[in-house]
T-cell receptor, first 111, second 111 residues
Framework: QKEVEQNSGPLSVPEGAIASLNCTYSDRGSQSFFWYRQYSGKSPELIMSIYSNGDKEDGRFTAQLNKASQYVSLLIRDSQPSDSATYLCAVSPEAGNMLTFGGGTRLMVKP | KAGVTQTPRYLIKTRGQQVTLSCSPISGHRSVSWYQQTPGQGLQFLFE???????NKGNFPGRFSGRQFSNSRSEMNVSTLELGDSALYLC??????????FGEGSWLTVV
């Protein structure tokens, strides 16, 4: 069974700090990797997508992918209270858009 | 640019009834996928459609079905509703394997 694992948290960081979120996946055939942010009662919002090994930066967010270790991470710099949410890691095979989600990590940023 | 639109947003059904949910993808997106989110099981893939063809299917019973129309709009149907079908149903669209964007979801309560 293809699995995506995340620490459920909560991960608590002070405002202005770096939040580090991690995800491992079991399917070596996975080709596309996504991070979504979900506020309580809302739908998932795409933050980052990454397809090749290495780092990808977008504003305060950096996604890191290591296919050999089957590991994806998300760094949030200068964390803000508005970043408090559940962060979902999702992976997809090369063919089709069939996302397998982790259980999510709840992030709390304290003022 | 309009996002993914789902209707209805909220609905209450009785056990044994059926329900149809609708999704309009982002303009130009031909891939539409559906997901179920529950507190216990998290986000789970239901099925994906591309150019009116079901391309992938998740591990759900046959009571769950879907279709896609020539304008890429999609519907999903759940027949013989059970209490456990109460969930947030999410539609997502993408353009040929790129980033996947979610709609606001349809909240289904089965009583």
């Amino acid at each position: 069974q293809k699995e995506v694992e995340q620490n459920s948290g909560p991960l608590s960081v002070p405002e202005g700090a770096i939040a580090s979120l991690n995800c491992t996946y079991s399917d070596r055939g996975s080709q596309s990797f996504f991070w979504y942010r979900q506020y309580s009662g809302k739908s998932p919002e795409l933050i980052m997508s990454i397809y090749s090994n290495g780092d990808k930066e977008d504003g305060r967010f950096t996604a890191q992918l290591n296919k050999a270790s089957q590991y994806v991470s998300l760094l949030i710099r200068d964390s803000q209270p508005s970043d408090s949410a559940t962060y979902l890691c999702a992976v997809s095979p090369e063919a089709g858009n069939m996302l397998t989600f982790g259980g999510g990590t709840r992030l709390m940023v304290k003022p | 640019k309009a996002g993914v639109t789902q209707t209805p947003r909220y609905l209450i059904k009785t056990r044994g009834q059926q329900v149809t949910l609708s999704c309009s993808p982002i303009s130009g997106h031909r891939s539409v996928s559906w997901y179920q989110q529950t507190p216990g099981q998290g986000l789970q893939f239901l099925f994906e459609y591309f150019s009116e063809t079901q391309r992938n299917k998740g591990n759900f019973p046959g009571r769950f079905s879907g279709r896609q129309f020539s304008n890429s709009r999609s519907e999903m149907n759940v027949s013989t509703l059970e209490l456990g079908d109460s969930a947030l149903y999410l539609c997502a669209s993408s353009f040929a394997g790129g980033s996947i964007y979610f709609g606001e979801g349809s909240w289904l309560t089965v009583v």
